[in-house]
């Protein structure tokens, strides 16, 4: 098992890695919306917020040699579902081809870190 810690992502908000890989499989901690240059500074709104997340789940799997494309599972946590449902997956759908999007778990909670609206993790899988 490796534990990796990824120099140009954003710095934990908690003591874990940004990802810890066994075998082919790579399990990203859920990321938040602020940036790397501005820890805990959140962009406003859902869609720009989704957008800052998959910011930092790309460049987590960057420093790995992996991509989006890797991504085999999503678990998206919402603090507003109802809300900002809609827009999320709007802005979600546009990182990936129509007809390959990951398996997917979405559920809304009390409340994330820095009073985020969103956080994601992911499964990655090291192709063969």
Known sequence: MQFHMIAD???PVA???HAVETDDFIFVTGQMPDSPAAPGVLPDGIT????????NLKTVLKGLG???????????YLTRFKQDYAAM????RSYFPEGRLP?????GVTG??????IEIDLVARRPR
């Open 112 to 117: 994330l870190a820095y009073d985020a609206l």
């Open 48 to 55: 720009s917020q989704t957008h800052a997340v998959m910011t």
């Open 15 to 17: 003591p874990f890695s």
């Open 103 to 107: 398996a997917r778990t979405c559920v």
């Open 9 to 11: 992502a954003p710095r």
């Open 66 to 76: 992996l991509g989006l494309e890797h991504v085999v599972m999503a678990r998206i």
């Open 89 to 92: 997956n709007e802005a979600y």
